[in-house]
């Protein structure tokens, strides 16, 4: 079965972090760009990070560069986001995804996908 399954999230006060992990099943990561995007009730699935096959490019948009991090350990199949300075505003449905074809860029800004995983909510709140 192929699959992307999701950990890491939770319930995180201001200004902590939490580290997502995305693991693939069924396929091989390297042969994907890796994506993560967000959804908070009443708004638009949003692109956080997106990283290429070999690690090399990434994107960020503007609301979280310098706060998260993505990186990917292909030998493991699995890919990372690392949440740092988390606010409020952060909270949301985390999803990864991966996409065979495409820049870091278009994944992030178009949402483009072959495979999507479940999702875990993260929470922000004091």
């Known amino acids: 079965q192929l699959q992307l399954v999701e950990s890491g999230g939770g319930l995180v006060q201001p200004g902590g972090s939490l580290r997502l992990s995305c693991a693939a099943s069924g396929f091989t990561l390297d042969d994907y760009v890796i994506g993560w995007f967000r959804q908070a009730p009443g708004k638009e699935r949003e692109g956080v990070a997106c990283i290429s096959k070999r690690g090399l490019n990434l994107y960020y948009p503007d609301s979280v560069t310098g706060r998260f991090t993505t990186s990917r350990d292909n030998a493991k199949n699995t890919a990372y ?8 505003e952060d909270t949301a449905v985390y ?3 991966a996409v065979q074809s495409g820049t870091v860029h278009s994944m992030c800004k178009q949402r483009t996908a072959n495979y999507w995983g479940q999702g875990t909510q993260v929470t922000v709140s004091s």
């Open 95 to 97: 999803y990864c995804a």
């Open 81 to 88: 986001l690392q949440m740092n300075s988390l606010k409020p």
